[in-house]
């Protein structure tokens, strides 16, 4: 027969009772998205920036592409700077004039994505943000590129 002293019991108690928080812990499910605040986490996330031509944040929920218009944006060069949070990816369809003129995608881990974009003539301009992994929260901005 086997005999524990009291010191191996709770050892052994110990490491069982660590083994379940780690599994409670990792079954954990992530913040809920849908009660998310999207304008402080893109105050954190998003560096803020002068001459903005067009920004845009908010939830995707669903699989529907989110569209965000600027009227008369001039032709040129601008960098997008995209975040998003939830996991998976967020992307950015980016058109001008109606031609789509560049496609770009952002890791939704709270990390900033930063891409050219050159637009061809002056004219609308417009981002369709939209997600395959929804539910997650997305920010933007577009601004004319630095030298």
């Given at each position: 027969m086997l005999n524990f002293s009291s010191t191996g019991r709770r050892a052994g108690l110990v490491a069982?009772?660590?083994?379940?928080?780690?599994?409670?812990?990792?079954?954990?499910?992530?913040?809920?998205?849908?009660?998310?605040?999207?304008?402080?986490?893109?105050?954190?996330i998003l560096p803020s920036a002068s001459g903005v031509v067009l920004e845009d944040s908010g939830k995707i929920l669903n699989r529907d592409p989110l569209v965000k218009d600027a009227p008369n944006v001039p032709a040129g060069s601008y960098t997008l700077?995209?975040?998003?949070?939830?996991?998976?990816?967020?992307?950015?369809?980016?058109?001008?004039?109606?031609?789509?003129?560049?496609?770009?995608?952002?890791a939704c881990n709270g990390s900033l994505d930063v891409v050219k974009i050159k637009v061809p003539g002056t004219g609308a301009f417009s981002i369709a943000t939209s997600s395959v992994d929804a539910p997650l929260i997305f920010a933007y901005h577009v601004v004319p590129a630095t030298a």
């Open positions: 069982i009772t660590a083994a379940a928080l780690l599994g409670v812990c990792g079954c954990q499910a992530p913040a809920n998205i849908e009660n998310a605040d999207v304008p402080a986490w893109k105050e954190k700077t995209m975040a998003c949070d939830g996991g998976g990816k967020a992307y950015f369809a980016v058109s001008s004039g109606g031609n789509k003129i560049a496609d770009a995608a952002a």
